[in-house]
């Protein structure tokens, strides 16, 4: 199975978890997004990240330059659960 198959899988069974009235507003807010021009701001495959400075764990500053200069760096953006 590849993965655009596995992702429309789970997307089809979320539409039998989650209740019509909250995909209809879910949809509406990926509409919004869709309809303020973000996505043409969007980095692209390859592009480098600007660098940033952010608080670690325990709340110390860590920037993306530092860790560059230790080697290769992958960014994950965890949004939580809704």
Same mark, same amino acid.
């Given at each position: 199975?590849?993965?655009?198959?596995?992702?429309?899988?789970?997307?089809?069974?979320?539409?039998?978890?989650?209740?019509?009235?909250?995909?209809?507003?879910?949809?509406?807010?990926?509409e919004? &997004?869709?309809? =303020? *021009?973000?996505? /043409? !701001?969007? #980095?692209? @495959?390859?592009?480098?990240?600007?660098?940033?400075?952010?608080?670690d764990?325990?709340?110390r500053? &860590?920037?993306? =330059? *530092?860790?560059? /200069? !230790?080697? #290769?760096? @992958?960014?994950?953006?965890?949004?939580?659960?809704?």
């Open positions: 199975m590849t993965l655009q198959e596995k992702l429309d899988a789970i997307k089809a069974q979320s539409k039998t978890r989650i209740p019509p009235e909250a995909q209809a507003i879910m949809q509406r807010g990926v919004d &997004v869709r309809r =303020s *021009g973000i996505l /043409a !701001r969007v #980095p692209k @495959v390859g592009d480098r990240a600007p660098d940033f400075t952010l608080p764990a325990h709340g500053p &860590v920037s993306l =330059s *530092g860790l560059r /200069a !230790r080697g #290769p760096v @992958v960014l994950s953006f965890y949004r939580g659960r809704w």
